[in-house]
């Protein structure tokens, strides 16, 4: 399955969310590349799964823009954006089998035949043997493997993810990362992944954002964030670091001198 022509860049431009007095995404510009796999990666309440929930569709933004490609869909309807997100709690349909799961949106658009996109899809998630069963007879990584293919079954432009390994064990979800990892190199679809899990985002993104108090306190491929991080926050949110304090007294060439 390849990228589909209608992914573009996703941007946002100066982007605002408050409730009441409390500022949860704080003049948030940021470009998501095209067909890239981009992590939100902060603590708990830093702003990222509401910058997520603005991207879907599900907030209003306070102010600013949010872009795909050259077309503002800051105030369109969730269903109306070329956006599919895929949530922690899975959300399949228990009395449907898997492929009716799976065939959900395109029966919903009025796609008459779903037999082939179905079964193609159903093999992408390596879950074609299983098109019969109901979601409780899966295991938690297959449950979510269904809530990926469907989602992206309506290709999607951007494929919201709202830290949607936390409910599995960490063999599980070891493995779901390099299944998500493969599924998106496959389809080419904008992947925005929002984690707290540092390892999570290091071992799938192209790129990682670092947010802090509603605000992107890095943002660069993994290997650079964790090797050069910017700020204390960064370099003790990225892994356990030695601090020490010093003063800037001058320059030696390309050095500085503490």
Avoid: W
């Avoid at 605002?16 to 796999?37: C, H, N, Q």
């Avoid at 779901?176 to 540092?198: A, N, P, S, W, Y």
């Amino acid at each position: 399955m390849a990228a589909t022509e209608s992914v573009q860049d996703l941007h946002l431009v100066n982007l605002v969310k408050s409730f009441g007095d409390f500022v949860a995404v704080d003049d948030l510009t940021l470009t998501i590349p095209a067909g890239s796999f981009f992590a939100l990666l902060g603590p708990s309440g830093c702003g990222k799964t509401t910058t997520l929930r603005m991207v879907a569709g599900l907030e209003d933004p306070t102010s600013g823009q949010i872009m795909l490609g050259s077309t503002d869909i800051t105030h369109e309807k969730p269903y109306k954006r070329h956006v599919n997100t895929v949530f922690q709690s899975y959300a399949l349909f228990p009395h449907l089998d898997i492929f009716e799961n799976v065939a959900f949106g395109l029966r919903r658009r009025g796609v008459k035949d779903v037999n082939g996109p179905v079964t193609s899809m159903l093999e992408l998630v390596e879950l074609g043997p299983m098109a019969r069963r109901k979601p409780a007879q899966l295991s938690g990584c297959q449950q979510q493997r269904v809530a990926v293919a469907r989602a992206l079954i309506n290709q999607p432009g951007v494929l919201p993810l709202d830290e949607p390994l936390g409910a599995l064990d960490l063999k599980l979800r070891r493995q779901m990362q390099i299944e998500l990892k493969r599924i998106q190199t496959e389809v080419g679809t904008t992947f925005v992944h929002v984690t707290h899990d540092q390892e999570e985002a290091m071992t799938m993104a192209d790129t990682v954002a670092v947010m802090n108090k509603g605000r992107i306190e890095q943002m660069g491929p993994p290997v650079e964030i964790y090797e050069l991080p910017r700020t204390a926050f960064v370099a003790n949110f990225l892994g356990q670091s030695n601090m020490v304090e010093g003063t800037v007294s001058g320059r030696s060439g390309e050095d500085l001198v503490v």
